[in-house]
């Protein structure tokens, strides 16, 4: 709002007055909630990245240290485990949010050169996703942070909008090029991808024990299941 404040409405209550904090939030940026109701993330040009415990009758903020970069995108996963927040340092942050205070310091993942617009988590909660200037979108697996991501390529201009579908098997993608685009996730063509960056044959093997050790490298897919074009005016 103008006067630098964050407003809560109950959808439950529609003309009832909604409640309102944060009258020190300047130049916010970005706002997140938490699925299970606990908490409300903001972020700010400068870098202020606050949770609000919204249990509380007169929330008061946790403040998290990221940088004192613009705060682009903030994203909590279905299962309310993870906050993650992109910065204009090139980097996203996720925090452990499943206990009663956010857990410090937070992992970091390396981001592109280009600002970071959007960020989405699978409803099972093991696939995170970013999409940003550089036209890419990179794939992470929640449950192995330290792995590099797989590299979506195919549009031509800035993604700026994702969404996983609700039984995970496809992620859209929408752009400043005017395309949205769909990817599949299946499980077999994520293994194929991975069998073909480690330059093995999966159909002749039969385990894989021996790749355990090794740290997945980005991969780029050239292109998307479908493009849908918008109407012609």
Known sequence: CGDNTVRLWKLAEPDAEPASFGQD????TALALDPGGRWLATGT????IQLWRLADPTPIAVSLSGSKTDVTALAFSPDGHWLAAAQADNRVRLWDTSGPEPVSPPNELA???????TMVFSLDNRRFATGSDDNIIRLWDVTELQNEPILLSG?????S????SPDGRWLASGSADGTIRLWRMRLRELIDLAY???????????GTEQYEDQPAQPQTCPKPSQILEPPQQ
Do not use: C, W, Y
Request: aromatic share 2%; glycine share 12%.
């Open 25 to 28: 939030q300047h130049n916010l």
């Open 45 to 48: 040009l400068k870098g202020e």
């Open 111 to 117: 981001g592109p050169e280009a600002r970071i617009n």
């Open 155 to 159: 549009h031509e201009q800035g993604v």
């Open 161 to 164: 909008t994702l969404a996983f």
């Open 196 to 206: 073909e960056l480690m330059g093995r044959d999966r159909s002749l093997e039969r």
